[in-house]
């Protein structure tokens, strides 16, 4: 396999294991704070908790998914740590920037 293959399958396994170590993150430690905003109304926290996730899921799994293509060379093992460094640290600030949000709205 050439560098530019090896670089989206690494970029794919670990932007998926990224947004899934965050989603369930944020589903555990979240459901304190969901059911405190909803005043203590345990089962509608935890729905909302679930389908904040869902939510998370495929938005995340969306853009990880439209941002694949890679605008940059990769011929080399040095131009391939570059490429995952931009997409993978891309994939990052989208994470945080929907958990600031998910905070924000609730």
């Known amino acids: 396999m050439d560098p530019k293959a090896w670089t989206y399958l690494v970029y794919l396994v670990l932007s998926v294991a990224l947004t899934v170590w965050v989603a369930r993150t944020l589903h555990k430690n979240g459901r304190i704070f969901l059911v405190d905003v909803f005043g203590g109304n345990e089962p509608l926290a935890d729905?909302?908790?679930h389908l904040l996730?869902?939510?998370?899921y495929l938005i995340n799994f969306g853009y990880v998914t439209?941002?694949?293509k890679l605008s940059i060379p990769v011929e080399s093992v040095p131009q391939s740590i570059e490429a995952l460094s931009q997409k993978v640290g891309a994939v990052l600030l989208v994470l945080g920037g929907m958990h600031?949000?998910?905070l924000y709205v609730f």
């Open 100 to 102: 600031f949000f998910n």
């Open 47 to 49: 729905s909302v908790n």
């Open 66 to 68: 439209l941002a694949l």
């Open 53 to 56: 996730v869902v939510g998370f």
